[in-house]
């Protein structure tokens, strides 16, 4: 689940433009830092942001992956400590920049908003403990369905499902090489789960996925 705040209300939409500001950010430009202090809380007006953990070894895992309307790092701008990863935009994207205060006034203000941000946290808190399930007892293709699932669900993709993000991403957000997650993704088209067209992974429907997930 993701905060979308272009499907919020009239009252809470025209509140959120007055507080905030709006930044441009390049393809693979910094957003923020792992570690930096939360002072802002970044909405996404169009684009696309991933935020990524960098291990020790020198790999990224990707947390979370954002589009338009979006809002995201929420826990650390809420409890006003430091962003535990960092986030780039993965191509040219418009942020509305909330600063921190604006958004905790408006927080104690908005019922909509606050509870927007308790259904996100619920949501989250489901999440992470399947992501960890996923990854201690899945094969790589189910770790791969799951995030494909993901995709699909939230809808970062073209119709009919056309999965914009790169293998070496996938690799990231399922802690699997860029080379495993190819040949697996191959295994899942062998299995008609999935299209792979001229080096494009495509869906034509989720209910299999789904099915294969159980």
């Given amino acids: 689940m993701k905060i979308r705040v272009d499907k919020v209300g009239p009252e809470l939409a025209k509140a959120l433009r007055k507080l905030g500001h709006v ?82 006034a408006l927080l104690r203000e908005s019922h909509e908003l606050a509870f927007l941000v308790i259904g996100w946290t619920c949501e989250m808190l489901r999440e992470k403990t399947a992501t960890i399930q996923n990854l201690a007892r899945s094969s790589p293709e189910r770790r791969i369905a799951a995030v494909l699932l993901k995709l699909i669900e939230e809808r970062i993709g073209d119709d009919p499902f056309l999965v914009n993000i790169r293998r070496q991403d996938i690799a990231e957000m399922t802690n699997l090489t860029t080379e495993t997650v190819i040949r697996a993704t191959r295994r899942l088209a062998e299995m008609n789960l999935v299209r792979i067209e001229r080096g494009k992974i495509l869906i034509d429907e989720a209910e299999p996925i789904r099915r294969f997930l159980g």
Avoid: C, W
């Fill in 23 to 104: 930044r441009q950010f390049g393809s693979g430009e910094q957003i923020f830092a792992a570690q930096d202090a939360a002072e802002f809380l970044p909405i996404i007006r169009s684009g696309k942001v991933k935020m990524v953990h960098n291990l020790a070894d020198g790999k990224e895992v990707i947390v979370g992956i954002f589009g338009k309307g979006d809002m995201f790092a929420v826990p650390p701008v809420f409890d006003g400590l430091e962003y535990p990863a960092g986030a780039s935009a993965m191509e040219p994207t418009e942020l509305l920049i909330l600063p921190r205060n604006s958004f905790l």
